[in-house]
């Protein structure tokens, strides 16, 4: 049997023992119809869903629903939504969304063959399965899951992390059964996968807790580690209380600069958390709830639920709506450029939904849908709402707020650099028999440009500034792609067989993915017309592509 073999039946193992495991704790704390008539109601949940609340079952009536909760909201405030985005301007942004990257020109000489009436529903469904996806949610997710500061060097990195967030979304996992492998996970501290999110927090359980309520809660309750939280209700121990539910993973005694490789992430039975400068022990308690008693088997009188399984437990469960809500809410922001809470890390009673009906909407329907987070996906982008065009006569930032309107998005460090590579035709290899992907992971050139672009914040916030604009303009990337020696696009237009508004259209599409306009072009043949030679042509043609990849067009998303 193969090494890949054994490796998928393992994880297939896994996740069936995971899920009959939580099954049988969820009846234990009430998530279930539990035996015992008399055991008390199930723990508070945090942020609960109306009752009224009542969504559609298929993807097509969802996104119809939410266009018509966010024009209701639109009317309301008396805004008017931006128009359609056009053809092009929409492929453009679903490729960017979906795969991370721009299309190249053969994917877009495809899509134009595609026929009016299916073009957008086929280009979708290509998108949704192609390799490219995978990857490009993995980026996505392990920024969202690990905290930005976090230094795996001495372990090899975060490769391994997004690897196994890879395999999870070409699996397309339920959201729930990822967050209960990932949280539960165990080995040793420098093994692959998601053990790597214990190891990236050093095993302490205040970070853990910090981390995880901000991760798959949206709730920043780390304010609340010294003191109460001076703006939302959160206790400080409250915080403690959500911290002891990790205190028993094994971790050094004492103090240690680094983590060593022979420790084990594993549930012990003993470990405890006090109060800052007290000696005063926080039991495990679940957020805006009870403290956690532990079940104890009076046989073996051993625990039969650790404290990290009950918190799992508690934190998956379909009727916790705080958990849905912080997942749609990173989705939504993912696609929007903004949260309908934002910043989406930041969910509380003074940061309210800017549509609180939304929220509650789609996070009920994520639940019902199983936490399907590729559905999810597909029902957000086939809203008119994410069709709208980013383009306006009129600057109106409350429309954008609203989401009547399409926001500008900074691309992401990942996103360009493959955006670059598909331009230049670097590190692309065959993804299928029509299919061209990227070589995302294990590329050292890839991760030398991305911690010199790394931002953090919001998409429509632009925070690059003079070093990453020297790169850009002065970076290996760019001037090898723009060398008439070396640069492969440019080699392959200087063929006799093309026009020059040939070569003018494929850079175009190449860079800007779409075709020059009239004036455009126009303007571009006066200037060549003042090239006679073939050495001030071949120039002119390299100044022209430096031109279009360092043009904002090209470095936003729109």
Same mark, same amino acid.
């Given at each position: 049997?193969?090494?890949?073999?054994?490796?998928?039946?393992?994880?297939?193992?896994?996740?069936?023992?995971?899920?009959?495991?939580?099954?049988?704790?969820?009846?234990?704390?009430?998530?279930?119809?539990?035996?015992?008539? @008399?055991?008390?109601?199930?723990? &508070?949940?945090?942020?609960?869903?109306?009752?009224?609340?009542?969504?559609?079952?298929?993807?097509?009536?969802?996104?119809?629903?939410?266009?018509?909760?966010? !024009?209701? *909201?639109?009317?309301?405030?008396?805004?008017?939504?931006?128009?359609?985005?056009?053809?092009?301007?929409?492929?453009?942004?679903?490729?960017?969304?979906?795969?991370?990257?721009?299309?190249?020109?053969?994917?877009?000489?495809?899509? @134009?063959?595609?026929?009016?009436?299916?073009?957008?529903?086929?280009?979708?469904?290509?998108?949704?399965?192609?390799?490219? $996806? *995978? *990857?490009?949610?993995?980026?996505?997710?392990?920024?969202?899951?690990?905290?930005?500061?976090?230094?795996?060097?001495?372990?090899?990195?975060?490769? /391994?992390?997004?690897?196994?967030?890879?395999?999870?979304?070409?699996?397309?996992?339920?959201? @729930?059964?990822?967050?209960?492998?990932?949280?539960?996970?165990?080995?040793?501290?420098?093994?692959?996968?998601?053990?790597? $999110?214990?190891?990236?927090?050093?095993?302490? &359980?205040?970070?853990?807790?910090?981390?995880?309520?901000?991760?798959?809660?949206?709730?920043?309750?780390?304010?609340?580690?010294?003191?109460?939280?001076?703006?939302?209700?959160?206790?400080?121990?409250?915080?403690?209380? =959500?911290?002891? $539910?990790? *205190?028993?993973? /094994?971790?050094?005694?004492?103090? %240690?600069?680094?983590?060593?490789?022979?420790?084990?992430?594993?549930?012990?039975?003993?470990?405890?958390?006090?109060?800052?400068?007290? @000696?005063?022990?926080?039991?495990?308690?679940?957020? %805006?709830?009870?403290?956690?008693?532990?079940?104890?088997?009076?046989? /073996?009188?051993?625990?039969?639920?650790?404290?990290?399984?009950?918190?799992?437990?508690?934190?998956?469960?379909?009727?916790?709506?705080?958990?849905?809500?912080?997942?749609?809410?990173?989705?939504?922001?993912?696609? $929007?450029?903004?949260?309908?809470?934002?910043?989406?890390?930041?969910?509380?009673?003074?940061? &309210?939904?800017?549509?609180?009906?939304?929220?509650?909407?789609?996070? !009920?329907?994520?639940?019902?849908?199983?936490?399907?987070?590729?559905?999810?996906?597909?029902?957000?982008?086939?809203?008119?709402?994410?069709?709208?065009?980013?383009?306006?006569?009129?600057?109106?930032?409350?429309?954008?707020?609203?989401?009547?309107?399409?926001?500008?998005?900074?691309?992401?460090?990942?996103?360009?650099?493959?955006?670059?590579?598909?331009?230049?035709?670097?590190?692309?290899?065959?993804?299928?028999?029509?299919?061209?992907?990227?070589?995302?992971?294990?590329?050292?050139?890839?991760?030398?440009?991305?911690?010199?672009?790394?931002?953090?914040?919001?998409?429509?916030?632009?925070?690059?500034?003079?070093?990453?604009?020297?790169? %850009?303009?002065?970076?290996?990337?760019?001037?090898?792609?723009?060398?008439?020696?070396?640069?492969?696009? =440019?080699?392959? !237009?200087?063929?006799?067989?093309?026009?020059?508004?040939?070569?003018?259209?494929? !850079?175009?599409?190449?860079?800007?993915?779409?075709?020059?306009?009239?004036?455009? %072009?126009?303007?571009?043949?006066?200037?060549?017309?003042?090239?006679?030679?073939?050495?001030?042509?071949?120039?002119?043609?390299?100044?022209?592509?430096?031109?279009?990849?360092?043009?904002?067009?090209?470095?936003?998303?729109?």
């Amino acid at each position: 049997m193969s090494r890949s073999y054994q490796s998928r039946w393992a994880s297939v193992a896994r996740r069936i023992f995971v899920g009959s495991l939580l099954t049988f704790f969820m009846i234990l704390q009430g998530d279930v119809q539990a035996a015992d008539p @008399d055991r008390p109601a199930p723990t &508070p949940l945090v942020n609960a869903i109306s009752a009224s609340i009542k969504v559609p079952s298929t993807s097509p009536e969802m996104s119809q629903r939410i266009d018509q909760i966010l !024009l209701d *909201s639109w009317k309301s405030h008396g805004l008017t939504p931006a128009e359609a985005a056009s053809d092009e301007e929409l492929t453009r942004r679903l490729y960017l969304d979906l795969l991370g990257r721009i299309p190249t020109v053969a994917e877009l000489r495809t899509h @134009d063959k595609r026929g009016p009436e299916t073009r957008r529903g086929e280009l979708i469904e290509t998108l949704l399965e192609h390799p490219d $996806f *995978s *990857s490009h949610m993995a980026s996505v997710w392990r920024r969202a899951l690990l905290p930005a500061t976090a230094d795996l060097s001495a372990f090899g990195g975060t490769e /391994s992390f997004e690897r196994w967030l890879q395999e999870e979304f070409d699996a397309n996992t339920p959201y @729930d059964e990822l967050a209960q492998e990932l949280l539960l996970s165990s080995g040793r501290v420098n093994e692959s996968g998601p053990v790597l $999110f214990f190891t990236a927090l050093q095993l302490k &359980p205040d970070e853990i807790a910090k981390q995880t309520s901000r991760a798959f809660l949206g709730m920043r309750i780390d304010c609340a580690q010294c003191h109460d939280h001076p703006f939302d209700h959160w206790k400080q121990d409250e915080f403690w209380g =959500l911290a002891a $539910f990790f *205190s028993r993973i /094994s971790k050094p005694e004492g103090k %240690m600069e680094m983590l060593s490789p022979l420790l084990q992430v594993k549930d012990n039975n003993r470990g405890d958390v006090m109060l800052p400068e007290t @000696d005063e022990v926080i039991p495990p308690r679940y957020l %805006m709830g009870e403290v956690f008693q532990s079940s104890m088997n009076a046989e /073996s009188e051993t625990q039969e639920l650790s404290r990290r399984e009950a918190f799992v437990v508690w934190l998956t469960s379909r009727n916790n709506h705080q958990f849905a809500k912080a997942a749609v809410n990173r989705v939504w922001a993912q696609l $929007f450029g903004r949260g309908i809470v934002d910043p989406v890390d930041d969910m509380g009673v003074h940061n &309210p939904p800017l549509i609180p009906e939304l929220l509650d909407a789609l996070a !009920l329907y994520f639940i019902q849908t199983d936490y399907d987070l590729r559905n999810l996906v597909v029902t957000i982008i086939n809203t008119k709402a994410y069709q709208l065009s980013s383009r306006s006569e009129t600057r109106s930032d409350e429309r954008a707020k609203a989401f009547a309107q399409m926001s500008l998005k900074t691309l992401t460090a990942e996103q360009l650099y493959d955006c670059i590579a598909i331009a230049t035709h670097r590190e692309m290899s065959q993804a299928g028999a029509d299919q061209t992907g990227l070589l995302r992971l294990g590329s050292n050139a890839r991760m030398q440009f991305i911690s010199q672009f790394q931002t953090t914040g919001s998409a429509v916030d632009y925070q690059a500034g003079i070093p990453q604009a020297l790169t %850009m303009m002065n970076g290996i990337l760019i001037s090898d792609a723009t060398d008439l020696a070396i640069g492969g696009v =440019l080699t392959s !237009l200087s063929a006799p067989f093309f026009t020059d508004n040939q070569r003018v259209e494929t !850079l175009y599409l190449a860079t800007l993915s779409r075709k020059p306009r009239p004036e455009e %072009m126009e303007h571009l043949r006066e200037m060549l017309s003042g090239h006679k030679d073939q050495t001030a042509r071949k120039a002119f043609w390299a100044d022209l592509y430096w031109a279009l990849l360092n043009s904002p067009e090209f470095t936003f998303n729109h």
